[in-house]
């Protein structure tokens, strides 16, 4: 019965006219009925019996649309713009975590609940959070003096934080299981969701065990500063690095699709742009890592000037940790001197792929976006040196680290710009 309803609906377009045409015998017997359609609108129905009607619905775009069992394109353009929603909280999630950093808020909060901690409600509340709060280094090494009107503004940050790590997994988890449920994802689509949701899991995982780090009681005295692991922090910021970028590829993946009936050609003019615009992506992704390295060591207050350090090109301390590969994550002499050389190769890499963008057939938006990249590449480098002479302020830090993140976006897209002109239609 649903395959005669399926046949029925997929006849609904054919001819009003010279519907039925009777072939007699001599003896006038009705031999055979044929459904004819005008020549003008089906010129390639082949007249073989058993593929009548499926070149009648290969001849029509609109009828091989309407009998299509494939998921609906608004059912894939809806996926596409859930994933790309879910890459702009991600987004949201790590400029509130730089400016939590910041302000010296993330140790705060010192208990941590699947789904959520108690919302302090009253003053007796506020005193009992107040008192754990003091139980732990950062007050007792650092914030002896705060008054419990300064902790409820840390707190409101950490929480503020949280709170949106949480949105992010549900707004993770929820539409994936529905989408799921649904049938909207195809078999490549699953894989990356399943990956997308591990990776929402880890993030939050990783963000307790790096403020757990800074609540653990390993400092030894009032000149240590309690903060917390810079190796959990920089896990925690790659993470979310990694979990952007994904999200922005499958939603680039579903709203500019790569061309079924094509193929897939590797255009040697290309190649240069592709490895350039490959090689930005993964040296702003490091500049980053190394970032996370800086803030985690507060090594942006060691040396504040540019382009020497202090007096010198190569500070004298830069190897004052044994063994040495220890000065490279724990010395911040050597964290501050590396994160200059990795920010400096990303701006040459972004200005040879805006260079070399220039002479190749690109489409107009893929033009557009590789002149962006070699833009914000610069003003990403300004923004760094600015925060580093001003001595890390709030707001000129979280641009900064705002727009690392926009330039790796940047050179997303223009990966899958560029690979959209090799597919060659058939």
Known sequence: MLSILHLSRCTLKSAPSKLLVSNTSLHGRLVSRQLITPVRC????????????????????????????????????????????????????????GVTRLTESGLSMVTWRLLGEQLPRTEE????????????????????????????????????????????GAAVFLPAAFFWARGFLDKAMKIRVGGYCALVAAQGLMGWYMVKSGLEDRFQGPSDV????????????????????????GALRVLRPFPVQATFQRIRELRSVTAFAHTVKAMAFFTAVSGAFVAGLDAGLVYNSFPKMGDHWLPDDILAF??????????????????????????????????????????????????????MAWLQVGLGILTLLHYVPTPLAASHQSGSLVLLTLAIWLTHEVKLLKYIPK
């Open 42 to 97: 089906y010129k390639n129905v082949g007249v073989g019996r058993g593929n009548k009607l499926s070149n009648l619905i290969k001849s029509n775009g609109v009828l091989a649309r309407f009998c299509s069992s494939s998921p609906q394109p608004k059912n894939h353009k809806l996926v596409g713009y859930w994933l790309l929603g879910c890459s702009g909280m991600v987004f949201t999630a790590v400029v509130l975590g």
């Open 226 to 249: 309690p903060r917390v692991s810079q190796y959990r922090l920089a896990a925690h910021l790659s993470l979310a690095f990694i979990l952007y970028s994904g999200l922005l590829a």
């Open 322 to 375: 044994s063994p040495a590969l220890r000065n490279f994550t724990e010395n911040p002499t050597t964290v501050q001197f590396d994160h200059r050389v990795l920010g400096t190769s990303t701006l040459i890499a972004a200005t040879c792929l805006w260079l070399v963008a220039r002479g190749k057939p690109l489409s107009p938006v893929a033009r557009r976006v590789a002149n962006g990249v070699g833009a």
């Open 125 to 168: 509340q506020w005193q009992s959070e107040f008192q754990k709060y003091q139980q732990f280094p950062e007050y007792k090494y650092k914030n002896t003096n705060i008054t419990l009107s300064e902790f409820k503004w840390i707190w409101w940050m950490e929480y503020a934080h949280r709170t949106w790590g949480r949105a992010i």
